[in-house]
């Protein structure tokens, strides 16, 4: 069946520019994840859905991230104001249980 | 929240030696997931340790849950190229730490 899929693949923002980055996941998934993965280091939690509700958003780094999921499917982050600090790979994750969780090809960030 | 801290953070090995990760943590783990991370790749689920003491094998993979559920290792025996990747465990959905960089020499 078809995995979680994540738009777009690579997006290069200049300094102060908003960004949306789009998650669909697989169908049926209850729980969906966002996380922020720096080169050389292991993914850091942004946020986490249970279908529409956002339970945690304990991991945004500022008030320029901001996601949303309002059909409990489909999710966005949305970065306004991008910094080159931001550049990075996000990555979304779905998973029918709090636990396995099921990540999509991310999307590569580059703020110039 | 629950973090585990896993060593080694790199490790190099050639081809066919065997290879192991560390995960501990200072309290007790419900459960811990191990996950693959391919250079360049996203992150993929290999397996799930509920049981204390359980011991799960997938071909030349073996994982262990310790007694006290605190800690976790995974095995692998006779390494190859394909093996290549930052593994990751996690006791708690959120956390996946910086893992372990593995490369196996030709």
């Known amino acids: 069946g078809a995995g979680v899929s994540q738009s777009p693949r690579y997006k290069v923002a200049k300094r102060g520019q908003d960004v949306a980055l789009r998650c669909d996941p697989i169908?049926?998934?209850?729980?969906l994840f966002w996380y922020q993965q720096a080169l050389g280091q292991g993914p850091e939690f942004l946020t986490y859905?249970?279908?529409?509700?956002?339970?945690?958003k304990s991991g945004l780094p500022s008030d320029r991230f901001f996601a949303e999921r309002p059909e409990g499917s489909v999710s966005t982050l949305k970065i306004q104001r991008t910094q080159q600090e931001d550049s990075a790979v996000y990555l979304c994750a779905s998973s029918w249980t709090q636990e396995t969780q099921y990540f999509g090809p991310g999307t590569r960030l580059l703020v110039l | 929240g629950q973090q585990v801290m896993q060593i080694p953070q790199y490790q190099h090995v050639q081809e066919g030696e065997d290879f192991t990760t560390y995960c501990n943590s200072s309290t007790t783990l419900s459960n811990i997931q191990w996950y693959k991370q391919r250079p360049g790749g996203h992150p993929v689920f290999l397996i799930q340790?509920?049981?204390?003491?359980e011991v799960k094998k997938q071909k030349r993979l073996t994982f262990q849950f310790g007694e006290a559920k605190k800690n976790s290792s995974l095995h692998i025996t006779a390494t190859q190229t394909t093996d290549v990747g930052t593994y990751f465990c996690?006791?708690?959905?959120?956390?996946f730490g910086t893992g372990t960089s593995l490369t196996v020499i030709p």
């Open positions: 169908s049926g998934h209850v729980s």
């Open positions: 996690t006791g708690n959905q959120f956390y």
């Open positions: 340790l509920v049981k204390s003491g």
């Open positions: 859905f249970q279908n529409e509700a956002q339970l945690d």
